[in-house]
């Protein structure tokens, strides 16, 4: 049976919360008072609270026996209570009811203010594949997974192997509770990068609704790849190339690419007899390196030679191929015929001698 106005019920008010607000996971001491302002004795029985499931009631201190409480008399009665570490910014409302004269109650709604707590995340939220020198864009999605709102969200690249172009931090105004929001900015690596994996410090600043300041640094990984480019620098053969006599081709293979090339390897296909292929191994940045090939013509005329270069980096296998022409003349037979007249004159003239 619930008390309607009844000049005898006791009146219950708060006497304090503290802290107020609070914070989700935060212990809370909640103290009511009973008065009887009436004009008669009460008989007090236990007083309880109902709130859901937001709080844990941990403790109180009252008794289970039944107490009196005289005209214009007061008590207090103090809760031990937890906020629920998964209560989000707002206000909750916690009930109390007062049991008294044995079968009556009264009741009086409190309400609590719980400031959630922010709590921001970092992941990249594209394929990102950094070659050294390179502009680059980085998508980075921002989650709250806390309990309360954030905002003036900064992210600052802590890394001297990677910075942001035009600005200094990327800014995202306000972030609510299980929200999340993709950021971009237009990065460039330094020369200094390194194939292989890449971990990037990020200085996150926010604010909570309270404009308490937070700082985290975060971290994230990625890919750093060589882009190797492998050219023929220089092609040199010998003045005079003819059939069937050996030759020399010199050729130099430079990296003017952005990182390291491996397994490079350099073919010939044509009409010549001799060694074709040549293994170079691995050629840096910026380095270049020379072979010869020992070539033997085997017909006159334009030679095609068609020269193939493969090699490998952190992308795959690349191969180029490209013809170069070279004259080649026919083998000279005047050395045969001089020798020939010679001996013809030389018979003529033992000849005219013996007559």
Not at 213 to 242: P, S
Request: hydrophobic share 40%; with cysteine.
């Amino acid at each position: 049976m619930m008390a309607s106005v009844f000049s005898a019920a006791p009146q219950i008010s708060l006497n304090s919360i503290e802290p107020n607000p609070v914070q989700p996971g935060q212990d809370v001491t909640l103290q009511l008072r009973l008065t009887n302002e009436g004009n008669d004795e009460i008989i007090l029985g236990r007083t309880s609270l109902t709130f859901g499931d937001s709080f844990i009631l941990k403790s109180d201190d009252q008794s289970d026996s039944e107490s009196r409480l005289c005209t214009s008399c007061s008590k207090t009665i103090t809760f031990f209570l937890t906020a629920k570490s998964s209560l989000e910014s707002g206000f909750y409302t916690i009930k109390a009811t007062t049991q008294y004269d044995s079968t009556l109650s009264v009741e009086r709604d409190f309400s609590v203010q719980v400031t959630g707590l922010p709590n921001l995340v970092l992941n990249v939220a594209n394929d990102v594949e950094i070659i050294p020198e390179t502009e680059f864009n980085l998508a980075l999605e921002i989650i709250n997974e806390g309990t309360g709102l954030a905002k003036n969200i900064k992210l600052t690249p802590d890394s001297s192997s990677l910075g942001l172009l035009d600005e200094n931090f990327l800014f995202q105004r306000t972030l609510d509770v299980n929200s999340k929001q993709v950021i971009e900015g237009r990065f460039l690596s330094s020369s200094s990068v390194e194939s292989g994996y890449l971990l990037l410090p990020i200085i996150l600043t926010y604010e909570d609704s309270q404009n308490n300041l937070y700082e985290v640094r975060e971290t994230i990984g990625m890919e750093v790849k060589d882009r190797a480019n492998i050219i023929l620098q220089h092609l040199e053969i010998e003045d005079a190339i003819f059939e069937g006599e050996s030759t020399q081709l010199s050729i130099r293979l430079e990296n003017d690419g952005l990182g390291k090339a491996k397994n490079v390897r350099v073919s010939l296909e044509g009409d010549v007899m001799g060694q074709k292929e040549a293994f170079f191994g691995t050629i840096n940045k910026n380095e270049d390196l020379p072979f010869i090939f020992s070539l033997t013509p085997q017909t006159s005329g334009s030679l095609p030679l068609f020269l193939t270069i493969s090699y490998e980096d952190d992308f795959g296998e690349h191969t180029s191929t490209q013809e170069v022409v070279f004259p080649v003349e026919k083998k000279s037979n005047l050395p045969i015929i001089v020798v020939g007249v010679l001996l013809v004159v030389g018979i003529l003239v033992l000849l005219v001698k013996r007559r």
